[in-house]
């Protein structure tokens, strides 16, 4: 009986190892992780983009859709079991049906094959047949990739930053207030440490609310079965001189390294250490919107979030990664149909200007990076307006209700974005609390009722670049 059970265990590793050696040579896998910061339209964007892939009739900026070296695209079931499929049907179906809506966010993680049968180019179109490239979607919360920064940060050096910003913030005054109440060096209770936490999570919320990007703990968040749990049940507090074993700061401390180690790290190890290609879908004109405190927490928020994937700046990462390295890194401003097209290159550069700073003190190690303003689902039109005597660039959509059903169609126009970037970074750096020369304003829209041809997919801006971006080079 062990002897047949050893054998059939070797007979399954060696399938296995088969399978890993056919796939990496013959049918390639390419791992894309997909995530966004709040409300970036992370859900639609994969919809779309596997939509389109499907029917590539609207992919003219993916090279091998234009060459036609595509030959057909199919769903498969994706290969981790224990990971819950993303809903394309029903996110689909819902941007697609009769009384078009935006589809429910995802709270956790998810995950999609699309497999897509190519013929190569250049002087192996004669040799070879065509082949099968399998694309992975690794659908995950913004919030997730944010903790990651825990990771290198001890209980005193996240406390002490977190304390500092929120002392910055109106909206973090009720938390303030306890916690400099608190005596870190007394001993702990469970109801003071829940009334920290729970206030604490209250603030985070309020801190989203408001257009701030940099809320972490995400998981705090979301919390799905671990609400309640010890684990997401902390907060930071002021360190004191000589805390003792049964002292409140040293719980907190124990629970903070609990959240990275049960919490953060099995996602990391499991999820986020295969992927291979990286794309950070930002709402940029939220931020702008919301004004110069938004815009500076969404710089820093970017140079965290970069780098995050550098692997050699912690050493818990290097040795899950074994070698592996994130190859392309996109980040996209999404909502870009908020626009007129004669913004969006502002808005790339606005994109650009975020992250510039991080990626010229970050060595990637021939990671590539690269911004794109997009609309995952154009959900307008443009126009020009006469106004006040002169032309006026203009959107024109059906309005979103508070609701989330569907209004009025209206026109508008946002404000225009300044030629350099930097005015808006220096104005956010100066502490400035509003725009001092434009009034940025922003209006939802909810999608507009499609009827789609055969062979084309939902209509966008700009998704075929970001394809080609994430997968060109691949096909």
Same mark, same amino acid.
């Given at each position: 009986?062990?002897?047949?059970?050893?054998?059939?265990?070797?007979?399954?590793?060696?399938?296995?190892?088969?399978?890993?050696?056919?796939?990496?040579?013959?049918?390639?896998?390419?791992?894309?992780?997909?995530?966004?910061?709040?409300?970036?339209?992370?859900?639609?964007?994969?919809?779309?983009?596997?939509?389109?892939?499907?029917?590539?009739?609207?992919?003219?900026?993916?090279?091998?859709?234009?060459?036609?070296?595509?030959?057909?695209?199919?769903?498969?079931?994706?290969?981790?079991?224990?990971?819950?499929? +993303?809903?394309?049907?029903?996110?689909?179906?819902? @941007?697609?049906?009769?009384?078009?809506?935006?589809?429910?966010?995802?709270?956790?993680?998810?995950?999609?094959? @699309?497999?897509?049968?190519?013929?190569?180019?250049?002087?192996?179109?004669?040799?070879?047949?065509? /082949?099968?490239?399998?694309?992975?979607?690794?659908?995950?919360?913004?919030?997730?990739?944010?903790?990651?920064?825990?990771?290198?940060?001890?209980?005193?050096?996240?406390?002490?930053?977190?304390?500092?910003?929120?002392?910055?913030?109106?909206?973090?005054?009720?938390?303030?207030?306890?916690?400099?109440?608190?005596?870190?060096?007394?001993?702990?209770?469970?109801?003071?440490?829940?009334?920290?936490?729970?206030?604490?999570?209250?603030?985070?919320?309020?801190?989203?609310?408001?257009? &701030?990007?940099?809320?972490?703990?995400?998981?705090?968040?979301?919390?799905?079965?671990?609400?309640?749990?010890?684990?997401?049940?902390?907060?930071?507090?002021?360190?004191?001189?000589?805390?003792?074993? /049964?002292?409140?700061?040293?719980?907190?401390?124990?629970?903070?390294?609990?959240?990275?180690?049960?919490?953060?790290?099995?996602?990391?190890?499991?999820?986020?250490?295969?992927?291979? /290609?990286?794309?950070?879908?930002?709402?940029?004109?939220?931020?702008?919107?919301?004004?110069?405190?938004?815009?500076?927490?969404?710089?820093?928020?970017?140079?965290?979030?970069?780098?995050?994937? /550098?692997?050699?700046?912690?050493? +818990?990462?290097?040795?899950?990664?074994?070698?592996?390295?994130?190859?392309?890194?996109?980040?996209?401003?999404?909502?870009?149909?908020?626009?007129?097209?004669?913004?969006?290159?502002?808005?790339?550069? +606005?994109?650009?200007?975020?992250?510039?700073?991080?990626?010229?003190?970050?060595?990637?190690?021939?990671?590539?990076?690269?911004?794109?303003?997009?609309?995952?689902?154009?959900?307008?039109?443009?126009?020009?307006?006469?106004?006040?005597?002169?032309?006026?660039?203009?959107?024109?959509?059906?309005?979103?209700?508070?609701?989330?059903?569907?209004?009025?169609?209206?026109? +508008?126009?946002?404000?225009?974005?300044?030629?350099?970037?930097?005015?808006?970074?220096?104005?956010?750096?100066?502490?400035?609390?509003?725009? &001092?020369?434009?009034?940025?304003?922003?209006?939802?829209?909810?999608?507009?009722? &499609?009827?789609?041809?055969?062979?084309?997919?939902?209509?966008?801006?700009? &998704?075929?670049?970001?394809?080609?971006?994430?997968?060109?080079?691949?096909?």
């Amino acid at each position: 009986m062990a002897i047949s059970t050893l054998a059939d265990s070797l007979a399954r590793s060696v399938e296995r190892a088969a399978g890993t050696v056919s796939e990496t040579f013959f049918e390639p896998v390419i791992r894309i992780g997909v995530t966004g910061l709040a409300r970036a339209g992370k859900t639609v964007f994969i919809t779309s983009l596997v939509a389109n892939l499907l029917e590539r009739g609207r992919m003219p900026g993916l090279v091998a859709a234009r060459e036609g070296r595509i030959m057909g695209a199919f769903l498969q079931p994706q290969p981790d079991d224990t990971v819950p499929r +993303f809903a394309i049907e029903s996110h689909l179906s819902a @941007l697609t049906g009769p009384t078009p809506h935006w589809p429910a966010s995802t709270s956790a993680i998810s995950e999609l094959r @699309l497999s897509l049968r190519v013929r190569p180019a250049g002087l192996l179109a004669g040799v070879t047949g065509a /082949r099968t490239v399998h694309i992975d979607i690794v659908d995950y919360p913004g919030e997730w990739l944010l903790d990651l920064t825990l990771m290198a940060k001890t209980y005193a050096e996240w406390s002490a930053e977190t304390l500092a910003s929120q002392r910055r913030r109106d909206i973090a005054a009720p938390y303030i207030a306890i916690a400099d109440a608190t005596d870190t060096a007394a001993p702990w209770d469970e109801p003071q440490i829940k009334t920290l936490a729970d206030t604490f999570t209250t603030y985070l919320h309020q801190a989203r609310q408001t257009g &701030l990007s940099g809320v972490a703990p995400g998981r705090f968040l979301m919390p799905g079965d671990m609400a309640g749990s010890p684990a997401l049940t902390f907060a930071p507090v002021a360190s004191p001189d000589r805390p003792g074993r /049964r002292s409140l700061w040293r719980e907190m401390e124990r629970r903070f390294d609990a959240y990275k180690s049960q919490v953060v790290a099995p996602f990391f190890r499991d999820h986020f250490s295969r992927i291979d /290609r990286q794309i950070v879908l930002v709402d940029a004109l939220e931020a702008i919107h919301s004004g110069p405190p938004a815009v500076t927490d969404l710089q820093d928020t970017m140079t965290e979030i970069l780098s995050a994937f /550098r692997p050699g700046r912690n050493a +818990f990462l290097t040795r899950w990664l074994m070698g592996r390295r994130v190859e392309k890194i996109l980040f996209a401003a999404t909502k870009a149909d908020h626009l007129h097209h004669t913004q969006h290159a502002r808005l790339t550069a +606005f994109m650009e200007a975020l992250t510039a700073e991080a990626r010229a003190r970050a060595d990637f190690s021939g990671a590539q990076t690269a911004s794109l303003a997009l609309a995952s689902l154009r959900a307008t039109v443009e126009e020009t307006r006469e106004h006040q005597g002169a032309p006026l660039d203009c959107v024109r959509g059906t309005l979103l209700q508070p609701d989330g059903s569907r209004g009025k169609e209206a026109a +508008f126009h946002p404000g225009t974005l300044p030629e350099s970037p930097t005015s808006l970074i220096a104005a956010a750096r100066q502490g400035h609390e509003a725009w &001092l020369d434009e009034d940025y304003r922003l209006m939802k829209f909810a999608p507009a009722a &499609l009827q789609l041809k055969p062979g084309m997919g939902p209509p966008h801006i700009r &998704l075929d670049r970001a394809a080609q971006f994430l997968i060109g080079d691949r096909l």
